[in-house]
Structure formats: structure tokens, C-alpha cells
């Protein structure tokens, strides 16, 4: 049986018991701290929100929806941080893909965490997964795709790809600042990415339209996470098909 962290009381709520699937998600804030957990995960992923944004969000939940004062907000934060950063923050240099979340670059100084930068970082030469990239493989790229293909309004979308290291390993990286205003048009930009693992043109846009009404569906949390949802069915397809293989 697994404890279920409420996110709105802040509270356990009772167990569920779970029942071993094809596919197994863990998810929490120690995934892969345990080296012999490590070694049975596939594919792994972290999401790593930078502490301006995360601060933004934590006074949102907190002060509107339980009703906590901005010092002890504070409080908490600097408590629980000598924690985060022994135990929770080094997992991220495991991972084979990390999502960014970061502040906007499009507005100057902006701190209220609305518009978003965000990051998939994708580790180089991995067995079970290729990296996704933006017209042309290894090349860095800087796009602007507003204009008569995209609606933008203030402050607009900017797309950047390229290879950098990411804590001393190779990796390949996808970047959005900003959102859509229309989701429907993410095929105009779909059209120019490859090695997404989708299964043909436009299944990217058909399965955020889908989760239209989720937060983060018209920004980069929601692209990459996407993307990264095709990534692990892609995995799994791999790792059975090799599976298969043997056996015959």
C-alpha cells in the first residue's frame, strides 16, 4: 500500500494499493536518491522548478488557498532547504531527462511566475531513447516562430535548441519561453521537430488539445511533457520488443 500526499490540505490521505502494471511510475521526492532503486528504473525523469518560480507558485497555493502569511511561507522555505539541497536536488544529475521551469527571458525583472521558460534537457548517447530536436540535429537554433504562422500576444514565444553538458555528460537541449495563444497552432511548430517518438504528424498537438483545460497545457511544461509521455511509451516498446526478440 502507497501513501497518497494531498497537495490541498497538505495532509496524507489514505493508501491505495498498487498492482504491478506494464508500465511502473515512480514518483516522488526521492525516486532515484537509492542506488539499488537506480538500477531498476528504465527511464528517468526530474522536474527541476528554479527557486524564483517555485517561490512564486508556493505563495499562490499557500496564502489563497490555505491561508498562510508570507513570513511563514518564507520560514518554511528556508527550512526545508539544507534538505532539498542534500538529498533531492543532486537526483537531478541522474535523471535522463530533466524539465527546467525557469522565469520568462521575455519580460524584463518578471516575478509573478505566470509566463514561463521552459527547459527539456535530454542526455546524449542513452540506449533506450533518442533526443528530441528542433530543424536540424546538433545545430543551435534561436526561433521566433510569430508572425503569419502563430498568434503571439504580449510578450509572445521564443523556441531555442542546442548541445551543451549538463554536469559534466553530453546532452541536447529544447527550450520554450512563453505559451500559445491558440493550442491548435502548436502544429505549425510541431512541424519542425524530430525524434519525438510520436506515431504520426500532429499526434503532439491532438494529445495537449486533449488536456487543453490542464495548467501548463499552452506553455512549455505542457509541450515537454508531452513529449516526454511519448518518450517513455517509446521506451517501453523498445524494451519489449527487445524482449521479444530474446525469446524467439
Known sequence: ??????????????????????????????????????ELIDFSIYLDISDDVKFAWKIQRDMAERGHS?????????ARKPDFDAYIDP??????????????????DDNEGKVLRVR???????ELFDPAYLFDEGSTISWIPCGRKLTCSFPGIKFYYGPDTYYG?????????????????????ESHLSNTSSK?????????????????????????????????????ERITQKATVRAQ
Open 91 to 108: 537526483q537531478k544529475k541522474m535523471a535522463d531527462m530533466v524539465i527546467e521551469v525557469l522565469p520568462t527571458q521575455l519580460i524584463p
Open 169 to 189: 555528460e553530453e546532452v541536447s537541449v529544447l527550450e520554450m519561453d512563453g505559451s500559445f495563444d491558440k493550442l491548435e497552432e502548436l502544429i505549425y511548430v
Open 200 to 236: 504520426f504528424y500532429g499526434e503532439i498537438t491532438q494529445q495537449m488539445l486533449k488536456l487543453s483545460d490542464f495548467p501548463g497545457s499552452s506553455n512549455g511544461t505542457g509541450l515537454f511533457q508531452t513529449l516526454v509521455g511519448l518518450k517513455i511509451r517509446d521506451v517501453y
Open 120 to 126: 527539456l534537457i535530454q542526455k546524449e548517447g542513452k
Open 70 to 78: 508570507l513570513e511563514s511561507i518564507k520560514a518554511s522555505i528556508e
Open 1 to 38: 500500500d502507497k501513501p497518497i500526499y494531498n497537495h490541498v490540505s497538505g495532509l496524507l490521505d489514505p493508501p491505495e494499493t498498487i498492482q504491478p502494471p506494464k508500465v511502473l511510475v515512480i514518483e516522488g521526492l526521492h525516486p532515484f536518491y537509492d542506488e539499488r532503486v537506480r
